[in-house]
Nanobody, 118 residues
Framework: QVQLEESGPGLVKPSQTLSLTCTVS??????????WSWIRQPPGKGLEYMGA???????YYSPSLKSRTSISRDTSKNQFTLQLSSVTPEDTAVYYC??????????WGQGTLVTVSA
């Protein structure tokens, strides 16, 4: 049974870089054909797909966030990481990591609230 857990700071200052890590247990992030994704949900708004890292290590991002987003991984720790640069209060959201890609998000972490505020 694959489980995912997000971790990282709950408060980030404007203009800084938000960095979150997703630790995966019960399965490998290099398992063939699976993507590993980041999704967020601002307060009172819908879910927004941010991007993913593939089992091969390649990445893809939402066009609206591509210029500020980077997803990487540490296979030795079975973790993948989200970095979002130049954050503003509009980036305040619950951030989720998930197994799967667009259209097939199979297993989700519990989510972590990140607030952008001075």
């Amino acid at each position: 049974q694959v489980q995912l857990e997000e971790s990282g700071p709950g408060l980030v200052k404007p203009s800084q870089t938000l960095s979150l890590t997703c630790t995966v247990s019960g399965g490998s992030i290099t398992t063939n054909y699976y993507d590993w994704s980041w999704i967020r949900q601002p307060p009172g708004k819908g879910l927004e797909y941010m991007g993913a890292i593939r089992y091969s290590g390649s990445t893809y991002y939402s066009p609206s966030l591509k210029s500020r987003t980077s997803i990487s991984r540490d296979t030795s720790k079975n973790q993948f990481t989200l970095q979002l640069s130049s954050v503003t209060p509009e980036d305040t959201a619950v951030y989720y990591c998930a197994k799967g890609g667009v259209g097939y998000l199979e297993v989700w972490g519990q989510g972590t609230l990140v607030t952008v505020s001075a």
